[in-house]
């Protein structure tokens, strides 16, 4: 899955990555256009509210999510270094 492709994956998301293996599984936060509404091919881990989740999915469903009109946005964790003292 070619990141860059992603119009609806936010700002920042990408980091250093450009790219994931299909079959990779990936966490991220997702929001959508109607309450309560969970696209197919996605797990909710937990609700911040109606319309935004954080999930879990393989990385090939992330072009189905930029697809679907009721998707607005989807937000990949950033990887955070541990701090060295």
Same mark, same amino acid.
């Given at each position: 899955?070619? +990141?860059? !492709? &992603?119009? $609806? &994956? ?9 790219? &994931?293996p ?6 991220a /936060? /997702? ?16 609700? /911040? ?10 990385? !090939?469903? @992330?072009?189905? @999510?930029?697809? !679907?009109? $009721?998707?607005?946005? /989807?937000? +990949? ?9």
């Amino acid at each position: 899955m070619e +990141l860059d !492709d &992603l119009r $609806k &994956l936010e700002h920042g998301s990408r980091g250093s990555r450009t790219a &994931l293996p299909d079959d990779a599984v990936v966490t991220a /936060i /997702i929001k959508v256009r109607e309450a309560a509404y969970v696209p197919p091919g996605v797990e909710v881990r937990a609700r /911040i509210d109606e319309t935004m989740f954080t999930a879990s999915c393989r990385a !090939d469903a @992330l072009k189905r @999510l930029e697809d !679907d009109p $009721k998707v607005e946005s /989807i937000a +990949l964790p950033k990887r955070v270094d541990p701090v060295k003292k």
